[in-house]
Each structure stands twice: as C-alpha cells, then as structure tokens.
C-alpha cells in the first residue's frame, strides 16, 4: 500500500525527497497511473517551456503564526527558514534588470521576516504594475506590531491576497486552526474600513479558496458569488475576485491524503479531470518562484518538491534572463493539479 511504503523510505531522504518518491512511485490497487510526462506528450505544448518572464514569486520564508491543515509549504512557527536581505537585494536587481509586472511576495506569512517592509518600501520604487502580498490575515491581528499592517499596505499600494476557506467559522477553524475565522473577519473589516475591496476602490482585495478535503474546487465564478453574498450579508465585507485553487497532492496535504487512504483516489480524480485547455494557461511558464535561500523554481510547488529549475542558471546569485528563457519546465505527478478542471494557479483558475 501506499501508505505503508512512506515509512519504507531510507532515512537519508528529506521529507520534500519521500514525497517526491512516492508521487513518482505510481503503485495503484487497480494498475499504474498515467505519468503528466506521458499525458501531454502528444499535444503541442508538449515539452512545456519558459516563455517571457513576467511573474516573479519570492518566497520570504516558511515561517508563520498559522499551521494549516492543507498548507503546501508545511509553514509554521517553528519553522526559521527565512530571506536575507542579501539574498532580497539580490531580488531587487533582478527586478531592475527584467520586465516583470508582477511581484508577489508568499511565505509562511511574508510579513513575519524581519525585512519585511525594508523590501517593500524598496520594491515599491521600482514601478511594478501589481505588487502582491499574500497574507494570512490573522497576522493582522496576531501582535501589536502587525496592527498597522492594514496601512502600511495602503500606503505602498499593496494588492492584499488573503487565504479564506469559507464564509463559515467551522469549515474555515476545520482547516486553519481554532479562532482564525474570527480573526479573519476582523481583519477583512479593517481592510474595508480603509478601501481595501470596496466597490470602484484602487486598493485590491482578493480571497482565496482552496477545499477542505481530497476534492476539486468547485466553478470560481459560482463560488466569488457565494462568497461575496454570504459576508456582505453576515459581516458587511466587501471584496474583489475569489481565486479557487486546487490542492496539490504535495507537503501537508499529501500526508493527509496518506493518512486517510484518500491518495490513490485523488490521484484518479485529478488524472480524470485533466483538461488539456488549462495546459495552455500553466503559470510556470511565465512565473519564476525564488526560494528563502535564492533557489530557483518554476513554480511553488516544485520549490517545496526541491525541483529546481532545468537551467545552469539555478540560483539567484546567477541570473541570467536569456539563459532562462525557453528552459523546458520541470513537471512530475503534482502536476495533475495545475491541469484538472478549470485549471489552477496562485491566480486561481486558469480558463
């Protein structure tokens, strides 16, 4: 089984190595899985390749004052990896020298690294068209010097990104932890009070949905209007667009899928909704993701299965546009999560 064979692992391997074996690994009850490589090899996008960098994703580090039920990136408290403001330097000159629009900054929770608002203050100068911060929002309400965080966002224009699993305290508590869906709201009223996500504002305030167990996300466009409804009705809060993302069968949601025998089904649940219309749309082929340490990926989710980028140019200290350019994009089983349905990406759906 499935399950037994993650404790058969040698020891040596890090969990993002176990993990990455077992998805390669392909045992089913009832045959082997199609692998993503053999599914796209006969459509035109096949290999997938790198086109114009136009997204550029930094990870800020792993810590965060949340531990998440589904988190892919296994963020938490106890966990220190985090940016330096070397390595965030380096990110600003890559910035300078390219022609990314877009700048989105993911953690853990982002705010949480020292330098922080050193880098937004910096990257904001730079003329970025969408500056992203994806934020918890319960770190808002964590500590008194995070209250100001609303308006230091303003400030810098910030397009605030937040995770929201439901308009309900219990489904969002279920997957988030005790006391998140309260806090959350208490957070969204204050981004409203000062024009985040309010009807005709500048200020973006987008939320984003992911399921709380082993299924796919359901139509984006029925869900924002289910969204939308239910907190302007129970709470008088105002937002933007929902994005819907699929879960990934990587980190902490895989070990759930393990756990409770839901991996084999999942995965058949995934490979049967692959849609060769969102193949098209895949964000790694315009996003670069920076790791804490300046590794390079193509896109989040590789980061967290240590799959770097399939280029000599690896790291940040090294980088080197044309080099990157038309690189062909590291792809495993994960990948059956990106192409399932409507599609999936940091900006939700993708058709």
């Known amino acids: 089984m499935i399950k037994k064979s993650l404790h058969l692992r040698e020891d040596h391997l890090s969990k993002p190595q176990k993990q990455l074996e077992i998805l390669s690994n392909g045992i089913f009850k009832d045959g082997s899985l199609p692998t993503f490589k ?27 004052n949340q531990v ?10 106890d966990r220190k990896e985090i940016m330096s403001k070397d390595t965030m330097l380096q990110c600003l000159d890559v910035i300078k020298k390219t022609g990314v629009h877009t700048l989105d900054l993911t953690g853990g929770a982002p705010e949480m690294n020292p330098n922080f608002r050193w880098f937004v203050e910096e990257a904001s100068k730079l003329g970025i068209a969408d500056f992203i911060v994806r934020s918890n929002l319960t770190i808002i309400k964590a500590n008194k010097k995070y209250h100001d965080l609303p308006l230091f966002f303003k400030e810098h224009n910030i397009h605030v990104v937040s995770s929201m699993p439901h308009w309900t305290k219990g489904k969002t508590d279920k997957q988030r932890g005790d006391g998140v869906f309260q806090k959350s709201i208490e957070a969204l ?25 082993a299924f796919l996300p359901g139509d984006q466009t029925a869900l924002e209007i289910e969204f939308k409804r239910n907190l302007i009705t129970d709470f008088q809060i105002n937002f933007h667009n929902l994005f819907a993302i699929t879960n990934l069968p990587i980190s902490r949601f895989l070990d759930y899928l393990l756990v409770s025998d839901n991996y084999e089904d999942y995965m058949y649940t995934l490979v049967d909704a692959f849609n060769p219309a969102a193949l098209a749309n895949v964000m790694c082929t315009n996003t670069l993701s920076v ?45 059956y999560g990106c192409t399932a349905g409507a599609g999936s990406s940091c900006q939700g759906s993708v058709i």
């Open 38 to 64: 053999h599914k796209i090899s006969n459509g035109q996008d096949h290999p997938l390749r790198a086109n114009k960098l136009e997204i550029l994703q930094l990870n800020l580090g792993y810590m965060c």
């Open 68 to 77: 998440c039920e589904h988190c892919h990136v296994d963020a938490g408290p």
């Open 189 to 213: 009223q204050e981004l409203n009070e000062i024009g985040y996500g309010m009807p005709g504002s500048s200020l973006k305030l987008d939320l984003v949905y992911n399921p709380s167990g």
């Open 291 to 335: 790791s804490w340490d300046g590794w390079l990926y193509d896109c989040d989710f590789n980061q967290m299965l240590e799959l770097k980028v399939n280029s000599k140019v690896k790291h940040i200290n090294d980088f080197n546009e044309e080099v990157l350019w038309n690189r062909d994009i590291v792809i495993s089983q994960h990948c």
